[in-house]
């Protein structure tokens, strides 16, 4: 072990005492609970979110607007592709998966319970005016996303199965750890990153998921968490131990499929309170700037709270930024980076754009938040209104006891695939910090403990997702940002070829062997 990891083993390793004293006086839950506040304050506070929104900004005006300047190419070159070019969705003999595979497993580690449950909490807290902040951060997230996947592409590597092996940690080592006198700071920064990962993929990925999908089912159809916890493991094991082939194969056909339904019934809400989307823009307009918080407040309170919840949740949802997703985009059989760093742009848009602008336009048009205030009403029929059953109550309005099992259903869809994508980043983070024999029982232990996720309180499930997003998000885009030089010379050299006639060479990899 080298001598950093050793002092910063020691360093968790000394709070322990005092995490133990806290979790013996008052619970261990309560004791979690306080120490993940403490630190969710520093990664949540103002400085990691300006440097969130400035990377955005950043990669957006390097690669001039490229997300709206090249809208018709990276939408013809996606979603487009998928029905007009046969090697984006082919199926491969090597250890890599298609690009349509690598799209729908990021997905299914992005759409899950933040589209439904996490949109909702975010109106709660910030009010309709967090939904226009969460449209700020995915359009400048959708270039850290295409910047992160590019990055991902040019420094991936083959492990000794021949599977490609990328991801921030990878482009921190050998990226930012290549530039002169930068080693060391890169190897720290990666190391740190992947840590982070791999707890984050019991909490964002994992327990988090679970907690929904058992809550859901136990209000709508009466099912005890305890049993949804066992299901789960159950389910999640026998795809997992079929590895990222496997996992690739089950996401393709549950996304598309998943968010389809879930687009229908939101469209279907949308047309019968079609009269009313010019009061819920209003109310996002008008509430991203109110100077009072949802329901009242302190002046300049409201659209504190409008920025951060609608910052969070959108990164939440689309996790541009955290460097997550890079890790099963760095698997697609593609050689261009900006191929795959458009995938991500798409993803993002997927994702935020369409997904939660419909979760939030369906919560707001169905007279359940008070669109002057920012205010949830007391109750509905007398069912006390929570995020969890904000929008299965907006869908149970209109299509009664079916509208609730849609939801319920759409929330084990999506998160069951969010369990199932992230278990592959967790799988790499450990491949990297511990070497390709552990993986396997990280798997174990990652099905094991989506039982926990069943049984945990709702808030602590939330507040530690939240905590571990932004430890993720640090290293990463102090990773982006030193290599945003390089994002920028492979979209020019991209640019210049596909739209000019270039013949200088493509820039595929950092390294010789695969360039």
Not at 88 to 105: E, G, N
Not at 187 to 205: H, P, T
Request: aromatic share 12%; charged share 10%.
């Amino acid at each position: 072990m080298k001598k950093w990891q050793l002092a910063l083993g020691t360093l968790l390793l000394s709070g322990m005492p005092a995490l133990a004293e806290e979790a013996s006086s008052g619970g261990i839950l309560d004791g979690i609970s306080k120490v993940n506040d403490v630190v969710n304050g520093i990664v949540w506070g103002a400085p990691a979110l300006i440097l969130l929104a400035f990377v955005g900004v950043l990669m957006t005006v390097l690669t001039k607007v490229f997300q709206l300047s090249h809208f018709k190419h990276w939408m013809r070159h996606t979603i487009g592709a998928v029905f007009l070019d046969k090697h984006v969705t082919s199926h491969t003999d090597d250890k890599s998966i298609s690009q349509f595979q690598s799209l729908c497993t990021a997905l299914a580690g992005t759409v899950g319970t933040g589209n439904i449950v996490g949109v909702a909490g975010a109106i709660m807290t910030g009010g309709p005016g967090a939904v226009f902040w969460m449209w700020i951060i995915a359009f400048f997230g959708m270039m850290v996303k295409y910047s992160e996947n590019v990055l991902g592409i040019y420094y991936r590597k083959k492990n000794s199965h021949g599977e490609w092996s990328g991801g921030a940690m990878y482009y921190l080592r050998d990226g930012l750890g290549g530039f002169k006198g930068c080693a060391g700071i890169g190897k720290v920064l990666a190391w740190l990153f992947a840590l982070f990962c791999l707890i984050a993929s019991f909490g964002i990925g994992n327990m988090t998921q679970v907690n929904s999908i058992s809550g859901n089912l136990q209000v709508s159809f009466g099912i005890p968490t305890w049993v949804t916890g066992i299901l789960v493991v159950i389910l999640v094991g026998l795809v997992v131990v079929g590895g990222l082939q496997r996992i690739a194969s089950v996401t393709e056909k549950i996304v598309p499929f998943m968010v389809i339904l879930y687009v229908i019934g939101s469209i279907v809400i949308l047309f019968t309170h079609i009269t009313r989307i010019g009061a819920v823009f209003g109310a996002i307009f008008k509430g991203a700037f109110a100077m009072k918080a949802a329901g009242g407040g302190i002046v300049g309170y409201g659209i504190k709270l409008a920025i951060e919840q609608g910052m969070k949740r959108g990164v939440f949802s689309n996790e541009a930024g955290l460097g997550s997703s890079v890790m099963v985009h760095a698997n697609a059989n593609v050689k261009e980076p900006v191929r795959q760093g458009m995938w991500g742009i798409f993803e993002v848009f997927a994702d935020t754009i369409i997904v939660c602008t419909l979760t939030a336009f369906t919560v707001l048009s169905s007279d359940l938040i008070d669109l002057n205030t920012g205010a949830i009403v007391e109750s509905y029929n007398g069912i006390t209104l929570t995020k969890a059953n904000l929008v299965n109550t907006a869908f149970s309005m209109r299509f009664g006891w079916f509208g609730s099992a849609f939801i319920a259903v759409s929330i084990t869809l999506f998160a069951f695939s969010t369990v199932l994508g992230w278990v592959h980043y967790g799988t790499k983070s450990t491949e990297y910090l511990l070497g390709e024999k552990n993986t396997i029982p990280y798997r174990i232990l990652y099905v094991a403990l989506t039982f926990g996720g069943a049984v945990m309180g709702d808030n602590l499930a939330w507040n530690l997702a939240d905590t571990f997003n932004g430890l993720m998000m640090i290293p990463n885009l102090i990773g982006v940002i030193a290599l945003s030089g390089v994002v920028t010379k492979i979209t020019k050299n991209y640019i210049d070829r596909t739209f000019h006639g270039s013949k200088e060479k493509p820039m595929v990899s950092a390294f010789k062997e695969y360039q």
